[in-house]
T-cell receptor, first 115, second 110 residues
Framework: EAAVTQSPRNKVAVTGGKVTLSCNQT?????MYWYRQDTGHGLRLIHY???????EKGDIPDGYKASRPSQENFSLILELATPSQTSVYFC??????????????FGPGTRLTVL | QQKVQQSPESLIVPEGGMASLNCTSS?????YFWWYRQHSGKSPKMLM?????GEKEEGRFTVHLNKASLHTSLHIRDSQPSDSALYLC??????????FGDGTVLTVKP
């Protein structure tokens, strides 16, 4: 089965600090995605990538950066964390062909609390 | 920005009953819908997808799609307590991205 792992699983950060969330996939999928999920909401796309070296802005990119150094790894970086970024973050991998997205496989999530 | 609206926000059905969940997109470029299920504290997992008009059945789950109205629905018959979860609808356009709705929380009462 497709495997997506995330680290850390839980993180407490201070306001103004730098936070890096990491994601690794062994599916050899070209596309990777970062979402956040807040209570009462679905998944909102922060950044995504079509392959190593590429990053694209999603629907809510402000306050976040992303890095895709290899096919397997995709990081989400909060340079100056704020309490409004307290959330559960999910990484996903999947393929797309001709613009059509195929099934996305999600990691277990990272619960981030910014104090 | 495309919006995906799901209804109802929450739904309670008795064990063995039928659950019906709805989803509509505001983007006429949508050509593919996905349904994901997320149990409490877990990550979303794909349940079913549909891109053709009509219906698709897999076991107790049936998905309908009306492309003219950009409306899809998920029906779960003989609902079980293990079906209790957040159900997320997602729409795909030719951008390769998915846009998710806010979900429907289904509770199946024994």
């Amino acid at each position: 089965e497709a495997a997506v792992t995330q680290s850390p699983r839980n993180k407490v950060a201070v306001t103004g600090g730098k936070v890096t969330l990491s994601c690794n996939q062994t599916n050899n999928h070209n596309n990777m995605y970062w979402y956040r999920q807040d209570t009462g909401h679905g998944l909102r796309l922060i950044h995504y990538s079509y392959g190593a070296g590429s990053t694209e802005k999603g629907d809510i990119p402000d306050g976040y950066k992303a890095s895709r150094p290899s096919q397997e790894n995709f990081s989400l970086i909060l340079e100056l964390a704020t309490p409004s970024q307290t959330s559960v973050y999910f990484c996903a991998s999947g393929d797309a062909l001709g613009g059509r997205s195929y099934e996305q496989y999600f990691g277990p999530g990272t619960r981030l609390t910014v104090l | 920005q495309q919006k995906v609206q799901q209804s109802p926000e929450s739904l309670i059905v008795p064990e063995g009953g039928m659950a019906s969940l709805n989803c509509t997109s505001s983007d006429r470029n949508v050509d593919y819908f996905w349904w994901y299920r997320q149990h409490s504290g877990k990550s979303p997992k794909m349940l079913m997808s549909i891109f053709s008009n009509g219906e698709k059945e897999e076991g107790r789950f049936t998905v309908h799609l009306n492309k003219a109205s950009l409306h899809t629905s998920l029906h779960i018959r003989d609902s079980q307590p293990s079906d209790s979860a957040l159900y997320l609808c997602a729409a795909n356009t030719n951008t390769g991205k998915l846009t998710f709705g806010d979900g429907t929380v289904l509770t199946v009462k024994p």
